[in-house]
């Protein structure tokens, strides 16, 4: 063991090492070779791995400053070297306080109040807190979005007004509202009455309706710029950032939209939990009935802007398919993507008038619906809600002969105008029976209005069989393919023809030799089913 006296000088230390080193080098030449694996004195990196560890603290200390010695030398003295730091772990992102208003109670407080009554404050209480909630992603919005797109010039004015509105307008709208909840509550935290507040204040929220009427332009105006590269990065940044919750920029444009459809809820759970004979038990009816009215008509005009938008879309590609009825919608009811029976998607829109069957397509980056055939007109509408497996979806030859994969969740659509010599008929399929309900009942309430008293359309399995094939018919000429009038091979290619009417007994060899030969083919389609 080698021991020094004075630790202050690293020259001793150094020629030291360097003596050890040599000695090393001359015993391992003279020895035999050996299997054993020895480290070598030379990788060692300090003299304190060179003493054995021991529980005396005068040696670690020793070690100790011999290591930092060596860690300082050859840098120039008197300035501070940065410590090693591990990597830092991403930071978490922040939460919400999921604190319960019961929890802020004592235990004498709470003996006090009953277990219904403890129930309303809850209610309350998470009123209260949402309000709060929304005013701080409203100011976030603004200053970790708007501001500094605006100053890094990632986007115009012009873009961040359409994108944004008026966001700032509505803070001082939920202030108010807060601070009159402020204002209630009493010295023990608990709120009297709240009927008359909310009365006075909701059919303020009338200010929305300019908002959410312009919320789906600026959905597509923001992904349209999502795909700048300098868009992109600032937004991945904000989303990784804590104060983002692992939320994206839509999700706190959407949230006032999102805090709308909830105080309906709120204020029912206030009014459960409130007895009968309290007084704001008839304010609090009353409150219910405003804020159903004025999401009602924040929904209208909703509608009607999500209808002039999608209007503005369409392309023609023949001018018989242009309707004049088109320019008396008001109202979009429903949208979305489907399939037909070929497997082609569809975007179907159902306006108040019309029907509208498109397919998607991009125009100078500019998402366009290019109409697909002629629109149907509601009053003409008939709906037929189809089983699983009633229809074969695809069309191929081998789904022809095949009995797997029989299509669900599919419904018939087909227009009732006399005028027309080959009524359109159009077999559609949505994701899941949740969206196909969906479709099915606005269709319903569209046919409705103009046949009140019209009776639901029955499955096509109870209909009569002449009927059946005379719509599926109807569609086959629609989709462009090869009228077909049998159901034996429903979307084969080279399905055998409907047989002819029955020969009379003067009929010529001529006819029977294509009895014959229909017969062959029919055949030939029943074994190649056996096969697949």
Not at 30 to 35: A, F, K, L, V
Not at 199 to 224: F, G, I, M
Not at 444 to 455: D, G, M, Q, T
Request: glycine share 4%.
């Amino acid at each position: 063991m080698v021991a020094y006296e004075d630790l202050g000088s690293l020259v001793p230390i150094k020629r030291t090492l360097q003596v050890l080193d040599y000695q090393n080098q001359v015993h391992k030449e003279s020895e035999e070779p050996r299997t054993k694996r020895v480290r070598p004195l030379g990788r060692v990196s300090s003299l304190a791995n060179l003493i054995s560890p021991a529980k005396n603290g005068a040696v670690r200390r020793f070690g100790q400053t011999i290591q930092a010695s060596f860690r300082s030398d050859g840098k120039s003295p008197g300035v501070p070297q940065k410590p090693c730091s591990k990597a830092t772990a991403p930071t978490p992102p922040k939460r919400r306080n999921s604190t319960l208003w019961s929890e802020t109670l004592d235990v004498h407080q709470k003996g006090t109040l009953t277990t219904k009554e403890i129930k309303r404050q809850e209610a309350i209480f998470e009123l209260s807190r949402g309000e709060q909630d929304l005013i701080e992603d409203l100011q976030l919005a603004r200053k970790a979005y708007h501001d500094p797109m605006l100053k890094l010039s990632i986007m115009s004015e012009e873009e961040l007004s359409h994108i944004f509105g008026d966001l700032d307008a509505y803070i001082p709208l939920h202030a108010d509202l807060l601070a009159q909840l402020s204002k209630a509550t009493g010295s023990n935290g608990t709120v009297g009455q709240i009927g008359q507040i909310v009365v006075d204040w909701l059919p303020r929220l009338d200010a929305y309706k300019e908002y959410c009427s312009k919320q789906l332009a600026a959905k597509a105006l923001l992904d349209q710029k999502k795909q700048d590269r300098r868009v992109q990065d600032f937004l991945q940044r904000c989303l990784e950032s804590p104060f983002s919750r692992k939320l994206d920029l839509w999700s706190f444009l959407d949230i006032p939209r999102s805090r709308l459809v909830k105080y309906p809820l709120l204020l029912k759970e206030i009014l459960r939990h409130t007895p009968p004979e309290h007084p704001d038990t008839a304010s609090l009816e009353r409150a219910i009935s405003i804020i159903q009215t004025v999401l009602s008509d924040i929904n209208m005009k909703k509608g009607e802007s999500e209808c002039l938008y999608y209007m503005d879309k369409l392309e023609y590609l023949d001018e018989r398919q242009k309707d004049p009825r088109l320019q008396q919608c008001r109202s979009l009811l429903c949208h979305g993507e489907l399939r037909n029976k070929s497997g082609t998607k569809l975007h179907v829109f159902l306006f108040t008038e019309l029907l509208v069957l498109t397919r998607s397509v991009t125009r100078n980056e500019r998402q366009c619906f290019q109409v697909y055939r002629r629109p149907i007109p509601v009053q003409d509408l008939a709906l037929d809600d189809l089983q699983d497996g009633d229809v074969r979806m695809g069309g191929s030859f081998r789904g022809a002969f095949s009995n797997v994969d029989k299509a669900k969740n599919i419904f018939r659509v087909r227009s009732q105008d006399p005028s027309q010599v080959q009524a359109q008929a159009h077999t559609l399929q949505v994701n899941d029976v949740f969206h196909k309900q969906r479709w099915l009942n606005c269709l319903r309430a569209a046919i409705s209005v103009y046949r009140p008293h019209a009776e639901p359309a029955s499955p096509v399995t109870d209909a009569r069989p002449s009927s059946a094939s005379a719509v599926e018919s109807m569609e086959e000429t629609d989709e462009n393919r090869p009228q077909r009038l049998t159901r034996s091979a429903p979307g084969s290619p080279c399905g055998p023809s409907s047989p002819s009417p029955a020969p009379s007994s003067s009929s010529s060899p001529t006819s029977h030799k294509s009895k014959k030969k229909k017969k062959s083919l029919y055949s030939l389609g029943k074994r190649k089913e056996t096969m697949v």
